[in-house]
């Protein structure tokens, strides 16, 4: 019987080993589960998903709105006029948005394309003076600082004639427009962006072409007024409800810019069958979806490492496990235990006899 209690201590040492082992791994799992909860997913709140929502939907109907249009279309008016000013309103606008005679209208009082070609003055923004970008003749900084003989003076210029454009009907057209002029087969220039705007009229009138061309191509300071009023509203938004949660904030951000370019679209749909894209909103929903991309992708990074972690551990144990039983000795039944306790037993009384000696 003491050689049996002894087998038995031995295996419950062993199994101290084991639970030792078990303990180990267990806290390890535990570090590894409070690195995972630093991974905060965006919040659920429904004013997280509602109020973003209608601040789009907000800046959408502002920004499209036929009062907000000709109050601004007719700053652009004062702007571009040399009549004397009424009153204190049009002297300021005047003052920081004044035009009158700059080449980048007209050169020699005539409206003409890229090519020096007599132009429809519908598409004049379009086709000369108007892309900053441009690598041809009607380049506004050149014109200008040209027209002005200096070159501080032609810079400053150039931005109060852009920015006054973005006021009137019609708007400023987006950057790089130039470089989708072509010549066409009959020898004259002409511009993608323009045939686009043809098609989508299903082959209207210049005027149709002009208003879809303004739809759809063009930047307006409507637009850019109520981005930034949805930014505003957003980051106070934010500051009440997600000043923690990075991930939060950028989803109210991205649903609040998606509602205002979707539906300011929607409503260009049903007013001239054309969209209206508002292009300082599709930078912003651009913007912050890729800024959710990149959180998402630093969080699965994070879940990425503690998984490894924990597959690591997890094989050190197993392998340790394996170790604390390589010297066991496995019997297909119980009789070979019992031999296996005779033969223990028979060792420890002939360990016995020789003391006795």
Not at 181 to 187: A, H
Request: glycine share 8%; hydrophobic share 45%; aromatic share 10%.
């Amino acid at each position: 019987m003491n050689n049996l209690a002894c087998a038995c201590e031995l295996s419950i040492r062993q199994l101290d080993a084991l639970r030792g082992g078990f303990a180990e791994q267990l806290s390890v799992v535990e570090r590894a589960l409070s690195s995972l909860g630093q991974v905060s997913p965006p919040s659920n709140d429904p004013r997280n998903f509602i109020l973003p929502a209608i601040y789009g939907g907000a800046g959408a109907l502002i920004s499209s709105s036929e009062a907000v249009k000709k109050f601004l279309n007719d700053i652009h008016q004062i702007a571009q006029t040399d009549d004397k000013p009424k009153n204190a309103f049009e002297r300021i606008v005047r003052f920081l948005l004044g035009h009158k005679g700059d080449l980048l209208d007209k050169v020699d009082g005539e409206y003409i394309d890229r090519a020096g070609n007599p132009l429809w003055p519908g598409a004049h923004r379009l086709m000369w003076g108007h892309d900053i970008f441009s690598l041809g003749p009607d380049n506004p900084f050149v014109l200008l600082m040209r027209q002005r003989g200096s070159i501080l003076g032609g810079i400053a210029q150039v931005f109060r004639h852009l920015v006054a454009d973005t006021f009137s009907n019609q708007g400023l057209p987006i950057p790089f427009h130039s470089f989708f002029d072509y010549v066409g087969d009959n020898g004259k220039l002409g511009n993608t962006l323009w045939d686009v705007a043809r098609a989508a009229t299903n082959g209207g009138n210049a005027a149709d072409i002009t208003e879809a061309f303004g739809n759809l191509f063009t930047i307006k300071f409507a637009d850019i007024a109520t981005t930034g009023l949805t930014s505003a509203l957003c980051a106070i938004h934010n500051h009440a409800l997600n000043k923690d949660d990075e991930a939060a904030a950028s989803q109210v951000r991205a649903i609040a810019y998606s509602s205002q370019f979707f539906g300011k679209a929607a409503i260009g749909v049903l007013k001239t069958g054309v969209p209206f894209i508002s292009w300082p909103t599709a930078f912003m929903v651009v913007k912050e979806i890729y800024s959710l991309y990149r959180l998402n992708y630093r969080d699965i990074a994070v879940l990425e490492q503690a998984t490894e972690r924990l597959c690591l551990e997890n094989a050190r144990l197993e392998a340790e496990v394996f170790a604390s039983g390589r010297d066991l000795v496995s019997h297909p039944g119980g009789a070979g235990y019992l031999t296996e306790l005779r033969d223990f037993d028979a060792r420890m009384y002939s360990l016995e006899g020789l003391f006795d000696r």
